[in-house]
């Protein structure tokens, strides 16, 4: 059977298992983009007091921020990714790169060396201690397909 052949009854039996090609994968790309974007709402707050903690509050550029630091903070306060995964330095810079709105708050208050202007601009009803983050993340998971985050 030549590499074609087993290409083909590959596709057939997927097919016939159900897998569609095509739409579904853009249905499901944008369910996704939906369900990262709503977990990165949740980490607004932790991110921007983490980005104006003394530590950083010199950096005035992502670059200067140091993502494996970041990354570890996020971790030692129990926080998950959207996939109940420990953050990597990588992961930081998406969720960062999702959220230009905290960023650009945490250089303005780094560079004013006060808070207030980001509480304006998240909102007064965002979570602002881990405890409410970790419960926002625990029902956001548990309404997705991606279980629930191991404790």
Not at 57 to 75: C, F, I
Not at 118 to 132: L, R, S, Y
Not at 133 to 148: D, R, Y
């Amino acid at each position: 059977m030549s590499r074609a052949d087993c290409i083909r009854e590959g596709i057939v039996k997927a097919r016939a298992a159900g897998i569609v090609w095509g739409k579904a994968g853009v249905l499901r790309a944008t369910a996704n983009k939906a369900a990262a974007d709503a977990h990165a709402a949740l980490l607004r707050a932790v991110l921007f007091e983490l980005l104006t903690a003394p530590s950083h509050s010199k950096r005035k550029t992502l670059a200067d921020w140091h993502l494996t630091d970041l990354a570890q903070k996020l971790n030692t306060r129990g926080l998950q990714t959207r996939t109940a995964k420990p953050f990597r330095p990588m992961t930081v810079k998406r969720l960062l790169d999702r959220l230009p709105d905290v960023v650009k708050a945490a250089k303005a208050a780094n560079n004013a060396k006060s808070s207030a202007g980001f509480k304006c601009a998240i909102g007064v009803d965002a979570p602002m201690n881990v405890t409410e983050v970790v419960t926002g993340m625990n029902e956001l998971l548990a309404n997705s397909k991606m279980g629930t985050p191991k404790a």
